[in-house]
């Protein structure tokens, strides 16, 4: 059975001492639930590896407590230390160069130069962080290929008996991983997409970025190893940009559903209520990033023949949301 604990101090204590004694842990952040190991530890950090059965070339994010503390295994020139000393705690990776003699293991930075570095605004991780005093290395907690989990019941869901202790932090706040900003370049460039984007890193530190992952991928150059296309995927095919649903379909809505039809007669809002979810009522893009994850598991059901999903607007998170989407339609 799984040990799920409440989010108090003593729980943190414990997931602290499992953490130091080269267990895993699953932890709560504001983007997605993390299955952490001692970033140190590389026996620690393989059981990851095992867990989720993850291509060993995939390297994790290592999270910290401060700059400071991630500046042991990092290097951080004047804009790395600019743009996080503004953006974090908070949904926003960046890859930096690897410190010489690094207390990290290579199973983390899967033999790269560079290190994939955050510090997560969830309390819960926080506090973990400071009561262990380590780095923890820390992927979704998902087997590898599946959405990722934004509740605890997805985790259990995912990793079933072998779900390691785990501390409960309620659904996550942004629902979708972390951005993930490359910095060890001259040229920034966003290599995963998310809550953090290009415009406002522009606004708020005027450092220009580009976007790299679709481009790399269809290039065939995987810059990100995680970034490979089919990674998020429902066990049933989903059908982007639908202006209709067919009769057999799931409909994954976002908006109004006034206008949505059923083929071949009826609306979609007339369906029975298990058939549809809606992203956001409203229209509000960061509310359906908060659900899309949760909303694809509770979809993927064997009585639908696929997911269809309506359009998205392709501005602010909504490029993360469609990143993501694009990834669960290419994943079968
Ligand atoms: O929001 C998040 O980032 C969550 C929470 C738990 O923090 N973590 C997460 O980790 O999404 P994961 O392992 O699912 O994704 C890490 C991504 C992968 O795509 C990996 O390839 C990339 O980070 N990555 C790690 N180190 C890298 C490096 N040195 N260079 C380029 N990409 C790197
Ligand atoms: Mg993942």
């Known amino acids: 059975m799984t040990n799920l604990l409440p989010p108090t101090a003593s729980s943190i204590h414990r997931a602290a001492q499992e953490l130091r004694e080269g267990r895993l842990v699953v932890l709560p952040t504001e983007t997605v639930y993390g299955l952490g190991a001692d970033a140190s530890n590389s026996e620690a950090v393989a059981k990851i590896y095992t867990l989720k059965s993850r291509p060993q070339f995939n390297p994790l994010i290592v999270h910290g407590a401060s700059i400071s503390d991630l500046e042991k295994i990092a290097m951080f020139d004047d804009r790395a230390h600019e743009i996080a000393h503004h953006f974090w ?7 930096l160069p690897l410190r010489d003699q690094a207390p990290v293991s290579d199973l983390v930075t ?8 955050r510090m997560p605004a969830h309390e819960v991780f926080q506090s973990v962080l400071k009561d262990s005093g380590l780095l923890i290395a820390a992927p979704s ?3 590898s290929g599946e959405v990722s989990p934004t509740a605890p019941h997805h985790v259990i869901d995912s990793l079933g008996s072998e779900c390691p202790m785990m501390i409960a932090g309620g659904q996550c706040r942004v629902g979708l991983e972390s951005t993930i900003l490359d910095l060890s370049e001259a040229d920034a460039k966003i290599l995963r997409t998310g809550a953090i984007t290009a415009d406002e890193i522009y606004e708020k530190i005027g450092v220009h970025v580009s976007y790299a992952t679709i481009p790399d991928e269809i290039t065939g150059k995987v810059t990100s190893p995680g970034q490979l296309l089919k990674h998020y995927a429902p066990s049933i095919p989903v059908r982007l940009n639908a202006v209709d649903v067919e009769p057999d379909e799931a409909l994954l809505a976002f908006g109004s559903l006034k206008f949505m039809g059923v083929r071949g007669g009826g609306f979609a809002k007339d369906l029975p209520r298990d058939q549809w979810m809606n992203l956001s009522d409203q229209g509000d893009l960061t509310e359906a990033a908060t659900h899309l994850f949760a909303y694809l598991r509770a979809l993927d059901q064997p009585q639908f023949r696929a997911i269809a999903v309506m359009n998205i607007p392709n501005q602010g998170i909504g490029l993360a949301i469609n990143d993501r989407l694009a990834r669960a339609a290419a994943g079968r």
């Open 89 to 95: 705690p908070g949904p926003l990776t960046l890859i």
């Open 110 to 117: 899967a033999g790269l130069k560079t290190v994939a570095v």
């Open 141 to 143: 907690a998902n087997r």
